[in-house]
């Protein structure tokens, strides 16, 4: 037999080898590159999440820097006020007059609605 | 060592008063309000099937605090305490940590605000629920006695539930104690609801909000009277709280002046700086309940220590100037920059 003709299939069966190798090198190539584009995806979405989560319930000790909070805010749409900042309900209207030579003071209270003293 | 008047239980007369739906004109949030604690509380929620078992915990919340604190019912423990005349007591875990925020709250004023400043008030006239003392418009020409400074709030020792307080010092936690209750009203509606949406607590002007905001935050209104027409701000409210405290009103007078109920505790006279109402926002109701007071005796310094506290304020003169301190908005509909962490609960917020 031919030594020349002995040898062809196996260098065909090395060219064989050599370009499932170069295959297998692509896919996990490809492989590891999609897996670290998925973690950093994860890893940039946990810090967002912790993030509006210290805003909407801020942490204890000395106070830091100011948010408005509002990055956490999933709720409705709410178009009017629903309460009032003020001091404390209960006015007092207060008059002064004369009678009979006396000072009277005469107040008249204004008290919220419903209220039950 | 005496122990001190918890267990009793009787309500309150405005506990008698139901919870009433307030119509905002939003569908999506509910609203109801009340009478409570001589002024009114309002609770509003979403989702607003919620409404039912926020007020039901808000009405708890304040039932408790009615009886632990209150200056104007004998039944309280406050009371109780304040009878007794000086010594070592232990106070029920309610009490223990209302006079552990009012105490917590003079040291990072500085004394601006101080709970030994009880007899300077009963001295002043205000020894009984406000509306009571204004009730049917009577003439009030009571002598006015000399004015009682503060004994001081370091003479107080709390150490746990254990208090140590000394002969003739009358406590009073008014420039805490609404807070207090609003914040551990929203705490418990949240607890109450699963954590479901959200929560705003009101009691009277004192607010906190607790959970998921509306999308931009609670819209709140900013008015120097509580029964003004048209507000003076409307603001949104994210996280945190918001405070007012004004001279404008609970004015009564005595001996011929006209007196109002935040007094200066290093005088014993109401306080005379000028401004006339401040509104602050904090990480917490009662740490914004302590620093609105505290701005307002604090006078011709309270920007200073607004500044210095890094709070967002408004400050309105008695000439109706305003000033806006720590990016409050000047804008309406505005949000308020909330502060992180609290200077009167240990731990922080609660």
Redesign the interface.
Known sequence: MDPSSRGAPRRESIRQARRMSNWTAAALIAGTGTAAVALAHQAHQATAAGVAAAVAAPAGGTAGTAGTGTSAAAGPAVAHSVATTTASGVTVTTTTRTVNGKTVVTRVRHAPAGQDD | MTCGAAGLTRPG??Q???W?RVA???D??A?A???AL???A?V?V?PPENLGAACAATGDVLAALDLQASRFRPDSELSWLNEAGGGLYMLGDGLAEAVGVALAAARWTGGLTDPTVGAALVSLGYDR????I??G?????IPALAPVPAPGWPLVRLDGPLLRLPPGIRLDLGATA?GLGSDRAARAVMSATGAE??V?V?L????AVAG?????????????????AV?SQ?V?L???A?????V??????RGGA?LHHIVDPRTGHPADGPWR?V?VAA?TCADANAASTAAIVAGARAQDWLTT????ARLTGHDGRVRRL??WPADDGA?????????V?P???R
């Open positions: 007369p405005w008698r008063a139901p009433q905002t004109g939003d999506t949030v609203v309000e009340r009478a001589g002024t009114s309002r509003a979403w629920d406000f509306a009571a204004s009730q418009g009577e003439p009030l020409g609404k949406g959200g705003l009101s009277g002007g004192d607010i998921t905001p509306p999308r931009d935050g609670w819209p709140v209104a900013v008015a120097e009277e509580p029964d003004q507000p409307l949104r994210a996280a945190g918001v405070a007012t405290s004004s404008s009103c609970r004015r009564w007078r006209v109402t509104t990480a506290a890094g709070l967002p720590g990016g949000p308020v920059p909330v502060p992180r962490g609290s200077h609960y731990g922080g917020p």
